[in-house]
């Protein structure tokens, strides 16, 4: 079965600064996919970035980046240059052949 | 605007009195699920539907049911509702099931059971 585990429950950041969410996941599928939601409070559900496993390069997308290590079953996102609106409860996932599995969750606080 | 959309929002009841969590989505997706979440244990997936008349039972059924007689509608019902399903319900749809598509998600209904 998939898992994907969030071990950091809480985290806070300076404004400006950069921080790292960590998530690893245990899959048997060859083809699959890994994402980071991002939950406001507001409780809306947006998409921040998404990972073929297939590519080898890392996703970016604008302030987010993720460090994509394959073997190790790791898949992190990086927020630089941290804001106040990157405050919000953030869920890594990973779906392929089955129904998409989330992790706990980690609430990043940003400290202004 | 391509939108999932949950009613209602906000809802308190009591135990046993039958409920539906209605959803519709406007995007011609074929991929429809439903996800509780709870403080700490994140979302957990409750039934999913791969297309029409098509229903599958994802990590937490149990107390619940759904229905999938239109692409659009995949209402979620529970028939003895009970304090432990006091929680946040989200809605969500992606073009098919495969995990390469995005899921768009409604807002969220929250629901309260006494």
């Known amino acids: 079965a998939q898992t994907v585990t969030q071990s950091q429950p809480e985290m806070s950041v300076q404004e400006a600064e950069t921080v790292t969410l960590s998530c690893t996941y245990d899959?048997?599928?060859?083809?699959?996919?890994l994402f980071w939601y991002k939950q406001p409070p507001s409780r809306q559900m947006i998409l921040v970035i998404r990972q073929e496993a297939y590519k080898q390069q890392n996703a970016t997308e604008n302030r987010f980046s993720v460090n994509f290590q394959k073997a190790a079953k790791s898949f992190s996102l990086k927020i630089s240059d941290s804001q106040l609106g990157d405050a919000a409860m953030y869920f890594c996932a990973q779906g392929g052949n089955t129904p998409l599995v989330f992790g706990k969750g980690t609430r990043l606080s940003v400290i202004a | 605007e391509a939108q999932v959309t949950q009613n209602p929002r906000y809802l308190i009841t009591v135990t046993g009195k039958k409920l539906t969590v209605t959803c519709s989505q406007n995007?011609?997706?074929?991929?429809m699920s439903w996800y509780r979440q709870d403080p700490g244990l994140g979302l957990r997936q409750i039934y999913y539907s791969m297309n029409v008349e098509v229903t599958d039972k994802g990590d937490v059924p149990e107390g619940y049911k759904v229905s999938r007689k239109e692409k659009r509608n995949f209402p979620l019902i529970l028939e003895s509702p009970s304090p432990n399903q006091t929680s946040l319900y989200f809605c969500a749809s992606s073009l098919s099931w495969e995990g390469a598509n995005v899921l768009t998600f409604g807002a969220g209904s929250r629901l309260t059971v006494l």
């Open positions: 995007m011609n997706h074929e991929y």
């Open positions: 899959t048997s599928e060859s083809d699959y996919y």
